[in-house]
């Protein structure tokens, strides 16, 4: 696509004025978010909590074409820990079934946007239907340059560390490595998000605080944005609002920091 070639497109530079946010600033290359509060969100409206999943679908799409609108690099979304399969058997069907639904409404929009689907976790723990869709999704956007679209899918933190290490193990066993050889760049290499640039934002809704297992390793430098709007209610503006306050605290650091823009 040119505008990855020739830097920002019209398109783009229309809506960064838009917005009121500087096209000097940096444009947070890689997003991720945790979307806390579609339960509670239903919970509000008397609905059932898979009306709240269902909605915060919705949200994702509109979240998706404002980061491909602002040529945003990658966008990290957890849509599922290991922790949810706790949940009572029939969320976790509904849940299983929404990355179905989803892509056969979005997916002519994401060829056209020439969006990447990837995802990330434990794949071959989900159901067989849910691994053929997003196999599929995967395989028909892997040539897309655009927007990187990653899902956390059956994402643990920690269970991709053990993975990293007993991976990394092997490699020693198999007299590939050795022990000296050991080191952060190595360690990056077998996490699952090795061909990705580490978020330079990280933001939260509903609330809540914490990480919560999620990409423990990669967050080491990101800057953290908490918000209490409910994931079915986060729209563009909060998520200017995230980006705004992401370029304020980035402008402290001076020099250094606006020398790495390009
Ligand atoms: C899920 C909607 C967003 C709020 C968080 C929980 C519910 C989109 C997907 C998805 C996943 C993979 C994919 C395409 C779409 C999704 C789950 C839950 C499990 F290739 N939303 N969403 N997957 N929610």
């Known amino acids: 696509m040119l505008k990855k070639i020739f830097g ?3 398109k783009e530079k229309k809506l960064l004025k838009e917005q009121n946010l500087s096209e000097i600033d940096l444009i947070p290359s890689h997003i991720a978010i945790i979307m806390d509060g579609n339960g509670r969100w239903a919970k509000k409206r008397a609905m059932p909590r898979i009306a709240g999943h269902h909605e915060g679908m919705k949200t994702v799409r509109k979240i998706a074409r404002c980061a491909d609108d602002l040529g945003i690099k990658v966008l ?3 849509a599922f820990s290991t922790e949810n399969w706790k949940r009572p058997k029939s969320e976790v069907d509904y849940l299983m079934g ?3 639904k989803f892509l056969k409404s979005f997916m002519p929009e ?6 990447r689907v990837q995802m990330m976790g434990e794949k071959e723990a989900l159901p067989a239907s849910t691994q053929a869709v997003l196999n599929e999704a995967m395989e028909r956007t892997k040539n897309n340059n655009g927007l990187i679209l990653n899902f956390a899918m059956n994402y643990g933190s920690r269970a991709e560390i053990v993975r990293a290490m007993k991976d990394i ?9 050795t022990v000296d050889m050991i080191d952060e760049s190595t360690i990056n290499n077998y996490l699952m998000t090795s061909q990705l640039p580490e978020p ?6 509903s609330g809540e605080v914490r990480l919560s297992n ?12 908490f918000t209490d ?6 729209d563009e503006e909060t998520l200017m609002e995230a980006i705004h306050a992401f370029q304020k605290r980035n402008r402290r650091y001076g020099g250094l920091k606006g020398e790495e823009i390009n």
Do not use: C, H
């Not at 994401?110 to 969006?115: A, T």
């Not at 193990?169 to 490595?177: A, F, Q, W, Y």
């Not at 999620?214 to 944005?225: P, S």
């Open 200 to 205: 330079d934002l990280l933001i939260r809704t």
């Open 229 to 234: 709007t409910l994931w079915p209610d986060f």
């Open 76 to 78: 990290t979304l957890y």
């Open 110 to 115: 994401i060829m056209e946007r020439d969006i």
């Open 214 to 225: 999620f990409m423990l390793w990669q967050l080491a430098y990101t800057e953290f944005w």
């Open 8 to 10: 920002k497109s019209q």
């Open 169 to 177: 193990m092997v490699e020693v066993k198999n007299g590939n490595l």
């Open 98 to 100: 929404l990355p179905e």
